[in-house]
């Protein structure tokens, strides 16, 4: 067998070892007679091992075990032992979970107890023993009745050790005479998710009901025993485990419970079977493991068919698992970027969205291509371009910042007070995508400042001409809605020299409008860079037809769910319900839907179902929430 090894730091041990050398092994003073039988007590080593051997106190020979690690170990089994050996002979009575205290540190000195128990050895009564595959107290009149806590210690988690020395005599370790321990320890191991190897393989010993059942009540449990605990997170339902009613085609919807000793497990319908009579399949998979790791040997299989009972709801689901675009709405009017439906990397699944990038809207051939700033002027300017929605991207995105094509012709120098807003064009003013001279009619929404006040811009000398030169920094990104003209608003003041102001062709004034001069409502072109950035995306489905009048729903399965997306990422998911349409026969009427609710069962009554998944991703880790199914449980008489 193999075994994982960490450093141990004995340094301290033997420091403790070359003290406990240099006390006296008699008590003090006076003269007085009375001698110690026993030495002054201190721990000589804590040590992970697997399990004791030979420990039969009427058999010759010292226990025997495998030394798999120590304090500041990082990979312990769960099962793993914990042997604590002293310089002398323990008094067991002392040990208890205040005088050796091992568990998961919470701050404030406090800990969440480790379950185990404290068991002395056969033949070194100067050890002790944590196992922590029990939850009950040692009893020597059982010693090898089997365990209580198959799974041992929690996974993948640090566990603190201290062996307090200070205190009352109830609170500390003592020797078989009775003296306190004079040395206190402290220690700590961390957990994988895995077990001492065996070479044994679990294979299933009882189920119930039998193979061949009829007549099963409408509701009844199937156990399933094993020779062996087995792994709770190997069971996986609709994966490893699939319970199936083979007359409606579907899985019924459960849950999976595991005895205390691990080697029965519980498939619990949630409603039943339904009214029935039907045939209920069920297949365990060889995927599903001991703790160990082993499989078992071949697939379970058992069918049963259940009996007739009015009372029973039928429990049926409608499941998306993103394989096909066949429900995907593509054209519901998302402000959002749209999701990654069964697409590229992402085939199979609903996946949100994360890239960066650039627009790039070079004219080239114009000959007036100079950046939107004052050019020569001492006062202030205001100017207004548009880039039509032809030139930019098709979907949402935000616009975190731009460059700009430097010709040359412009001098290098500094602009100052300068403030930028970006927005949407309102072609609706003007008609045929142009300006209007009152400039707050050019903009269809709000505009966003995304550069504010800005003292001083800086043109940098001897820039190279055809080079593109980064625009002033955003403070704030802006939402570009994919739909419409981009419009771009500048004031300045004291622009770079250079520009010959009377060839200027765009919309733009001096002084706040106050005196405006070559003012015209033309489109003006500047080449630009547009960066951008997708980090939020959006989903919506058609409507699924449950094919029941009234419904009742339950609450939606995720899979993974999202409290099991990667961190910092986001998904907020809406259900609608729609009746069935009078003039249209098996078709969801949308005038009549409910309100988009954040709780599948609030749709209750309704025949038909859709969901908007909204998802953002995590910008510094590029990370985004992937989804395999979403399945939508509902029940009816």
């Known amino acids: 067998m193999k075994y994982g090894r960490a450093f141990r730091a004995f340094a301290l041990v033997a420091l403790i070892v070359a003290i406990g050398g240099m006390l006296p092994a008699c008590g003090g003073g006076g003269g007085s007679s009375d001698k110690k039988s026993s030495q002054d007590i201190f721990l000589k080593a804590m040590l992970l091992i697997d399990q004791l051997e030979n420990t039969d106190p009427t058999t010759p ?37 205040r005088t050796i205290r091992i568990g998961i540190p919470t701050g404030n000195n406090l800990l969440v107890e480790a379950q185990g128990r404290f068991e002395p050895v056969a033949k070194k009564p100067s050890w002790v023993l944590f196992n922590p595959t029990y939850r009950s107290a040692y009893d020597p009149a059982d010693p090898t009745r089997p365990p209580d806590n198959p799974f041992g210690f929690d996974g993948n988690a640090v566990f603190f050790v201290e062996i307090p020395a200070v205190g009352d005599k109830a609170k500390v370790i003592l020797n078989e005479d009775g003296d306190p321990i004079v040395q206190g320890y402290q220690g700590e191991f961390a957990t994988t998710d895995e077990y001492i190897q065996t070479y044994t393989q679990p294979d299933i010993v009882e189920t119930n009901p039998l193979d061949g059942s009829i007549e099963v009540d409408a509701t009844a449990d199937v156990d399933l025993k094993f020779s062996e605990p087995m792994k709770p997170s190997s069971f996986r339902l609709g994966d490893t485990v699939i319970v199936r009613n083979l007359d409606t085609g579907r899985n019924v919807l459960g849950t999976l419970r595991f005895s205390a000793d691990a080697k029965t497990v519980t498939f619990r319908p949630v409603f039943g079977y339904g009214p029935g009579p039907y045939d209920i399949f069920v297949r365990v998979k060889t995927d599903v493991t001991n703790l160990s790791g082993n499989q078992i040997p071949k697939e379970v299989r058992i069918q049963f068919r259940t009996e007739r009972d009015e009372n029973v709801a ?111 064009h309102d072609p609706g003013s003007s008609g045929n995508n ?34 593109w030169l980064a625009g002033p920094t955003f403070t704030t990104n802006w939402k570009f809605n994919g739909v419409d003209n981009l419009l771009m608003e500048v004031f300045a003041t004291n622009g770079p020299n250079g520009q010959n102001n009377g060839t200027f062709n765009g919309l733009w ?129």
């Open 61 to 97: 020979g010292d226990p025997t075990f495998t030394d798999i690690g120590g304090s500041g170990t990082t990979n312990a089994f769960r099962d793993s032992k914990v042997l604590f050996q002293f310089n002398t002979p323990v008094d067991f009575d002392s040990v208890n979970s």
């Open 434 to 467: 142009a300006l209007v001279t009152t400039f707050s009619k050019n903009f269809k929404d709000s505009p966003v400042a995304v550069v504010s006040n800005l003292n001083t811009y800086n043109i940098p000398q001897n820039t190279i001409a055809g080079s």
């Open 314 to 424: 039928t429990l049926i689901d409608i499941s998306e698992d993103f394989e096909t675009n066949d429900f995907e709405d593509r054209n519901f009017g998302s402000t959002e970027a749209l999701a990654a439906w069964n697409s590229g990397a992402t085939s199979g699944n609903l996946a949100g969205l994360y890239a960066t990038g650039t627009m790039q809207i070079r004219v080239g051939t114009t000959v007036f291509l100079y950046p939107p700033f004052s050019w020569g002027q001492n006062f202030p300017c205001q100017f207004q371009t548009i880039w039509f929605a032809s030139e930019l991207a098709t979907s949402p995105r935000m616009i975190t910042g731009y460059s700009w094509y430097y010709r040359g012709e412009t001098s290098a120098g500094a602009v100052t007070a300068v403030t930028i807003n970006l927005g949407h």
């Open 509 to 637: 004034s001096i002084n706040n409008n106050t005196a405006a001069i070559n003012r015209t409502a033309a489109r003006y072109i500047c080449d630009v860079r547009l960066n951008w950035l997708v980090s939020t995306a959006e989903a919506q489905s058609l409507f699924y037809d449950t094919e029941v009048k009234s419904p009742t729903f339950l609450a939606a399965l995720i899979d993974p769910a999202i409290s099991e997306q990667p961190a910092g990422t986001t998904t907020t998911l809406f259900f609608q319900g729609a009746p069935e349409d009078p003039n249209a026969p098996g078709q969801a009427d949308p005038l009549a839907a409910s309100e988009w609710f954040d709780n599948l069962t609030k749709i209750s009554g309704y025949r038909f179902l859709r969901f908007n998944a909204l998802m953002t991703a995590n910008t510094t880790t590029s990370q985004v929430p992937v989804y395999k199914t979403m399945t939508f449980p509902f029940y009816f008489f």
